[in-house]
């Protein structure tokens, strides 16, 4: 995609227009003081008295809400879902640069915040390509509103950088474009095209939002090798507060906000991530939603697919081997079809999928 001659990124605005700014319908897990919930795990007589500290949430979503005030969040971690990724890959024969697994943990957790914002029964995709063929081909990751992620990487393993080199999501997509995808169970698909101007995956969004008619929205990501995170912060239409009153929470929050760092986001529970950042706030933090890899690939859908080709290309590929192997490149199921069952695929009786 080609750069627009302003330094202001390609949008296509659309997607995320129908994202919801606010829902909860959990009951909170307490009506005290989130401070007064969590400051035990902080301080100095907690840590001296031997108790076990909390370990890192793994595969949850939470939606906290700052008391009296219009500004909301979540937080998401993620570990079994996003090793479920990387051990897919690690099922191919090529080996998979750290870069390009970091890359898989933020996607995974962007789509995850923003699915759990959708108004409606759907999928939320985020797929990267670069300009030009390099290293990596394509990056992407969704989301269903059911929690189900799952997310892949093409890429060229004879130009993929090493782990010692500097190779950051700029580098490796440089030049390209950010696709964010909203697929409703019913009704209308919606797209917006981010161009990559920038140096990570959250400025790209942070980039959408502040260029869009969205609320303001603020999203921070973080991945090791390990586990997973993010964090979203977003305005809420005024009720509670003034305008005036709303704008300087939002700038002190996100602020601090601004010094959480990556090892901190992958290592810390939930609780502790929101008591370092937030300790001097009242917020209600919501009970936690669980999240898992799952795909959506069947012998069904697959068979779909082939029927798009069209029975003659499906001859001509049994014409040069006895049987159509179709792989998923998620979780790298083989559907296979043999001469007899491709042809059922075209006859007038339904064909047989199991």
């Keep these: 995609m080609n750069k627009s001659s302003t330094k202001r990124p390609f949008v296509r605005p659309g997607a995320l227009d129908k994202i919801e700014h606010l829902s909860y319908i959990a009951a909170p897990l307490s009506k005290q003081p989130f401070r007064s919930a969590c400051q035990e795990f902080s301080s100095p007589s ?3 008295s031997g108790k076990v500290m909390p370990q890192p949430d793994n595969d949850v979503l939470q939606r906290f809400l700052f008391e009296q005030s219009d500004v909301r969040g979540e937080i998401v971690s993620l570990q079994d879902s996003y090793q479920a990724v990387l051990a897919n890959h690690r099922r191919s024969d090529q080996e998979i640069p750290a870069a390009i697994d970091t890359l898989l943990g933020e996607f995974l957790s962007a789509a995850a915040l923003l699915s759990a914002t959708l108004k409606f029964d759907g999928i939320i995709t985020l797929q990267a390509k670069p300009k030009n063929k390099g290293a990596l081909e394509l990056i992407m990751a969704d989301s269903t509103r059911h929690n189900n992620l799952r997310a892949v990487a093409r890429y060229d393993a004879s130009n993929a950088p090493s782990d010692d080199q500097a190779c950051d999501f700029r ?6 474009y950010l696709l964010i995808t909203i697929d409703p169970a019913k009704g209308e698909r919606y797209q917006s095209v981010i161009a990559i101007e920038h140096d990570s995956l959250s400025e790209c969004l942070n980039t959408y939002f502040q260029q869009s008619e969205q609320l303001p929205t603020r999203i921070w990501l973080a991945a090791d090798e390990n586990r997973a995170g993010g964090l979203l912060l977003q305005a809420l239409p005024v009720q509670l507060q003034s305008l005036e009153q709303r704008s300087e929470l939002w700038q002190h929050l996100t ?7 990556v090892d901190e986001q992958v290592t810390l529970s939930h609780r502790q991530q929101l008591h370092r950042l937030f300790h001097q706030e009242e917020l209600q933090l919501f009970e936690p939603t669980a999240l898992q890899f799952s795909c959506s690939c069947s012998r069904a859908r697959t068979a779909s697919m082939l029927i798009s080709l069209g029975e003659k290309e499906i001859q001509t590929m049994l014409d040069e081997q006895t049987r ?3 792989g998923c490149e998620f979780c790298h199921y083989v559907y296979q079809f043999n001469a007899e069952q491709a042809a059922r695929l075209f006859s007038t009786e339904p064909p047989t999928l199991h």
């Design 171 to 176: 580098s490796l997509l440089d030049g390209g």
């Design 255 to 261: 602020l601090l906000v601004d010094t959480l760092k």
């Design 324 to 326: 159509i192997d179709v």
């Design 46 to 48: 907690h840590q001296a």
